[in-house]
C-alpha cells in the first residue's frame, strides 16, 4: 500500500465523487486536508471481514469487491464497486467490525476518510447523508436480490442471470446478435453466484450444450436468447 497527500489532486478527485458533488469550496478544502490516498494491487486484500476500523473509503480508480469468504478460502462476492463508489460505511455508521472483506479487484487508488471527518462533512452538508440513505438502500434492494436467486433459483439460472447482466452492461453485440464479454473464471462465477466451482462447471456444460453461452478465447458469447434457455 502506497500513500500520498497532495491536497489539490485531492480536490479535483473529491470534485468528482458524487456524495461531494454538493460540497462548497471551502467545505472540500477541508476535506482534502484529511483524506488519505493509498494505491492497491490487484489482489491485494483492503481490509478483512471483523477487522475493528470505522474509517470511509472513497473509490478515486479501479474495481474493489466485497466479499465473504470461508474458512476454506471458498469466496461469495457480495458488490463490486468502482470509481465514484464508497465503501465501509456500515462500520462507520454503528460501530461494529467489518461486515465483509475488501478485495482489490484491479488495481485501485482509494481516498480514506476517518469517520470523524466524514461526519463533519455531513454537518457541513447535510445533503451527504441523503445521498448515503439512498446507496444503503440500492445496496439492500441489490441484497434482496440475491437472497431471492439464492432462495428460489438453481445454479444454472444463477449463472445465467449473472451473465445476461453482465451482457446487458458491458455486452457487444456481434453479428449473429450474441453479446461478448469478458471470460470468466467458473471458480469467478462460482464466487458470484454463491455456489461451487464443480456446480459452475455442470451449469456451463448444459448452457453451452443450449446454445445459451458459447467459450471463446478470452471472452463468452452470451444468446439473444439466452433467458429463454432455463
Ligand atoms: P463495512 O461493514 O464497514 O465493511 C465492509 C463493507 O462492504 C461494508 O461496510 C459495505 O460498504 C460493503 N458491503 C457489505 N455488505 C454489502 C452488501 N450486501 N452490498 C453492498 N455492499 C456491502
Redesign the pocket.
Known amino acids: 500500500m502506497r500513500k500520498d497527500a497532495d491536497t489539490g489532486l485531492i480536490k479535483e478527485f473529491l470534485k468528482e465523487i458524487p456524495i461531494f458533488k454538493s460540497l462548497s469550496d471551502r467545505h472540500l478544502n477541508r476535506l482534502s486536508e484529511d483524506f488519505i490516498v493509498c494505491r492497491m494491487n490487484k489482489g491485494e486484500t483492503i481490509?478483512h471481514?471483523s477487522d475493528e476500523s470505522t474509517d470511509l473509503y472513497i473509490m478515486l480508480d479501479g474495481a474493489v469487491r466485497?466479499s465473504l469468504v470461508n474458512e476454506d478460502g471458498e469466496e461469495l462476492v457480495?458488490?463490486a464497486f468502482n470509481k465514484g463508489d464508497?465503501?465501509?460505511?456500515?462500520?462507520?455508521l454503528d460501530g461494529e467490525p467489518?461486515?465483509?472483506t475488501?478485495i482489490a479487484a484491479e488495481n485501485a487508488a482509494l481516498g480514506i476518510l476517518r469517520r470523524e471527518t466524514f461526519l463533519r462533512a455531513v454537518k457541513d452538508d447535510p445533503g451527504i447523508a441523503i445521498d448515503l440513505l439512498s446507496a444503503i438502500v440500492r445496496?439492500m434492494r441489490?441484497?434482496d436480490g440475491?437472497i431471492e436467486s439464492l432462495a428460489f433459483l438453481d445454479v444454472g439460472q444463477r449463472v445465467l442471470k449473472l451473465l445476461v447482466q453482465i451482457a446487458r452492461t458491458e455486452g457487444i453485440k456481434d453479428k449473429d446478435g450474441f453479446f461478448r464479454i469478458k471470460r470468466l473464471t467458473h471458480k469467478e462465477l462460482a464466487a458470484r453466484t454463491g455456489a461451487s466451482r464443480e456446480a459452475v462447471s455442470k451449469a456451463m456444460k448444459v448452457l453451452s450444450f443450449r446454445d445459451g453461452v458459447k467459450e471463446e478465447g478470452d471472452c463468452f458469447l452470451v444468446s439473444p436468447r439466452a433467458e429463454e434457455i432455463l
Open positions: 481490509f471481514q466485497a457480495l458488490a464508497f465503501f465501509g460505511e456500515m462500520s462507520l467489518r461486515s465483509a475488501m445496496r441489490m441484497a440475491m
